[in-house]
């Protein structure tokens, strides 16, 4: 593996994150995202993981300055990715953006760059094609606040290279991460495939009426001896993401909870701003959310 320069596309949750721990690591990391106010959301974000690395990590202020020191930013997608060797791309979950990105991509990045999709619930040979660059199209799956879960799934597709299937487990080790191979296409990986039936079945609760936000988390704590349950594990991935994913399932199945999952996640969290984590309120407030409280479970 030669891998120097790494170009996250995307600085949105877990674009960001992706960006720091790779430049933590020591590569040079340029961050792309389509302009300047997604841009200065991404510096934003990066910032607020530095106490969040000196508490989990033990990270040093040199360290950190020194990581940052790493990172360029740019909304010109040729001149982000002109040095590149691997390109991961973390932009939104809707499959024509990722589609009409790696058009884009495929005409401005070198005849050397390999592309990794973090998509979290597409598959990479849905992409394949659309990259002009099959055998060097990978996916490479993340799991939030990844400097502390650090999980890296690495999913080929038939037609990836298995030389870039090797490099990817070597890079995503070199960068602080448990690589996971796996070795057939799945949707949602080994992760998602765990965790979004549960997810998906804590939102139709809610949408139902059977129960309240804290009562089901409470439920899946108390009884499973979890740290989170899963609306604060919602707040963790970010809401509009939920919302991407349940609204594609919404229109590709016509399935009416996935609607109103949807709509309730639109009109109650979204349209008033509430993101989740990053926005400081999601379905809890933070900085000190109700189920972190020490009685949360003794009531």
Same mark, same amino acid.
């Given at each position: &593996? ?5 170009? +996250?596309?995307?600085? %949105? ?12 690591? %020591?590569?040079?990391?340029? +961050? ?5 106010? @997604? ?6 974000? $990066? ?21 940052? %020191? ?26 024509? $953006? ?32 659309? #990259? ?5 199209? !990978? @996916? ?21 290279? &298995? ?5 990817? &487990? ?6 602080? &991460? ?9 949707? %949602? ?6 965790? +979004?039936?549960?997810?998906e079945a804590a939102q139709k609760l809610l949408v139902r009426e059977v129960s309240d936000v804290e009562t089901i988390d409470k439920t899946w704590m108390a009884a499973t001896g979890a740290p989170l349950?899963?609306?604060? !594990? ?6 509009? #993401? ?58």
């Amino acid at each position: &593996m030669d891998y120097k320069n790494v170009t +996250v596309a995307g600085g %949105g949750v877990l674009g960001s994150q992706i960006a720091f721990q790779t430049a933590f690591k %020591g590569f040079a990391v340029s +961050v792309y995202d389509i302009n300047d106010e @997604a841009i200065t959301r991404a510096k934003e974000l $990066i910032k607020r993981l530095k106490p969040r690395y000196q508490e989990d990590l033990g990270a040093t202020d040199e360290q950190l300055d020194e990581a940052f %020191g790493r990172i360029s930013f740019h909304t010109d997608l040729a001149e982000a990715v002109q040095d590149a060797d691997l390109v991961i791309e973390a932009v939104p979950e809707v499959a024509a $953006i990722k589609t009409e990105f790696y058009q884009k991509l495929g005409q401005a990045a070198p005849e050397k760059t390999v592309f990794a999709t973090n998509s979290s619930t597409m598959l990479p040979s849905q992409f394949a094609e659309a #990259t002009g660059r099959p055998e060097k199209f !990978i @996916a490479l799956h993340f799991a939030n606040e990844i400097w502390r879960n650090n999980t890296a799934e690495v999913m080929k597709h038939p037609g990836t290279d &298995m030389g870039v299937f090797d490099d990817l &487990m070597e890079f995503a080790k070199a960068i602080g &991460m448990i690589a996971l191979p796996l070795h057939k296409e799945q949707p %949602g990986y080994i992760l998602n495939s765990l965790l +979004v039936p549960l997810l998906e079945a804590a939102q139709k609760l809610l949408v139902r009426e059977v129960s309240d936000v804290e009562t089901i988390d409470k439920t899946w704590m108390a009884a499973t001896g979890a740290p989170l349950g899963p609306f604060a !594990i919602l707040d963790v991935v970010g809401i509009a #993401t939920a919302y991407n994913i349940g609204n594609a399932k919404a229109e590709a199945t016509g399935n009416e909870e996935y609607k109103k999952v949807a709509e309730l996640l639109k009109t109650e969290y979204l349209d008033k701003g509430k993101l989740g984590r990053e926005t400081g309120e999601g379905f809890y407030k933070y900085p000190n959310p109700s189920f972190a409280d020490p009685d949360f479970l003794k009531e």
